[in-house]
């Protein structure tokens, strides 16, 4: 009998290894994918700790064909604090990203009514600068077919986070910039509007997202919001860092396995 997709896919992962080929049978949309999803989380046998996002500019929504983000599970044992050292495999695709993540302060209550970004920013505890690494459990480059993102867990690999800052409503995360550096050479420029025009919107609609699979945002969540520069293909031995204005800094290096 074959192995379930979500058991296969969750088994690659905690090998830190890629498929050689595609699995027979892909997902065929995006609720599906979420399923595989789900069986994948399952079979992980960790917490999940919080969620990334991807796909939050238009343009990579509209490239993959869909017309929202999408989002997989943070784990137990695979969010780091900064500065952090992170030994991967040969084959990994090594893409980082600077991001802004948030960490929730409570449980947001399930409702029939659609989470707002006021219940959203209530329920902030800090705000953090993340490096998130990414790779697919599959063959090819980061490219992929949108079910396919949700059923590997939205490429997510590991997470760092920057010592971050307790929240405040006066903090403008869609102005806030970021610096990212390659030893001592800055490689990438960007800004939270970047992750769906501003980073508490990305929250805002994970919390809604959440709702409609029966989940729900809980104390102690982190959240990973989206890409905010170009994407970095991270050389071994260099340190990276992303120098945010407000929010401080995280430092990430990789090392080969």
Same mark, same amino acid.
């Given at each position: 009998m074959a192995? =379930?997709?979500?058991?296969?896919?969750?088994r690659t992962r905690r090998a830190g290894a890629r498929l050689a080929a595609y699995p027979e049978r892909a997902p065929v949309d995006l609720v599906e994918g979420y399923r595989v999803q789900d069986d994948m989380a399952e079979a992980m046998g960790r917490p999940v700790i919080g969620w990334k996002i991807g796909l939050?500019?238009?343009?990579?929504?509209?490239?993959?064909?869909?017309?929202?983000?999408?989002?997989? =599970?943070?784990?137990?044992?695979l969010v780091h604090a900064s500065p952090a050292h992170l030994v991967v495999s040969a084959?990994?695709?090594r893409v980082l990203e600077a991001e802004i993540a948030v960490r929730m302060a409570r449980d947001l209550p399930r409702t029939d009514a659609p989470v707002s970004r006021e219940d959203v920013t209530a329920a902030i505890a800090t705000v953090h600068p993340a490096f998130e690494l990414a790779t697919k459990r599959l063959p090819g480059t980061i490219r992929e077919s949108a079910p396919?993102?949700?059923?590997?867990?939205?490429?997510?690999?590991?997470?760092? #986070?920057?010592?971050?800052?307790?929240?405040?409503?006066? #903090?403008?995360?869609?102005?806030?910039p970021v610096?990212?550096?390659?030893?001592?050479?800055?490689?990438?420029?960007?800004?939270?509007?970047?992750?769906?025009?501003? =980073?508490?919107?990305?929250?805002?609609?994970?919390?809604?997202?959440?709702?409609?699979?029966?989940?729900?945002?809980?104390?102690?969540?982190?959240?990973?919001?989206?890409?905010?520069?170009?994407?970095i293909v991270a050389a071994f031995g260099t =340190?990276?860092?992303?120098?945010?204005?407000?929010?401080?800094?995280?430092?990430?290096?990789?090392?080969?396995?």
């Amino acid at each position: 009998m074959a192995e =379930p997709l979500g058991a296969l896919l969750a088994r690659t992962r905690r090998a830190g290894a890629r498929l050689a080929a595609y699995p027979e049978r892909a997902p065929v949309d995006l609720v599906e994918g979420y399923r595989v999803q789900d069986d994948m989380a399952e079979a992980m046998g960790r917490p999940v700790i919080g969620w990334k996002i991807g796909l939050t500019s238009h343009a990579a929504q509209e490239a993959m064909g869909v017309g929202e983000p999408i989002c997989g =599970p943070l784990f137990d044992g695979l969010v780091h604090a900064s500065p952090a050292h992170l030994v991967v495999s040969a084959d990994d695709l090594r893409v980082l990203e600077a991001e802004i993540a948030v960490r929730m302060a409570r449980d947001l209550p399930r409702t029939d009514a659609p989470v707002s970004r006021e219940d959203v920013t209530a329920a902030i505890a800090t705000v953090h600068p993340a490096f998130e690494l990414a790779t697919k459990r599959l063959p090819g480059t980061i490219r992929e077919s949108a079910p396919w993102i949700a059923a590997d867990g939205a490429v997510n690999q590991h997470l760092v #986070l920057g010592e971050g800052i307790d929240w405040r409503p006066d #903090l403008d995360l869609a102005k806030e910039p970021v610096e990212v550096d390659a030893g001592d050479t800055t490689v990438a420029t960007g800004i939270g509007a970047n992750a769906l025009g501003d =980073p508490l919107a990305v929250v805002t609609w994970l919390a809604n997202h959440l709702h409609e699979r029966g989940r729900t945002l809980r104390a102690g969540d982190i959240v990973s919001t989206g890409l905010l520069t170009e994407m970095i293909v991270a050389a071994f031995g260099t =340190p990276y860092t992303a120098r945010f204005a407000n929010l401080g800094t995280v430092t990430v290096q990789l090392d080969q396995a």
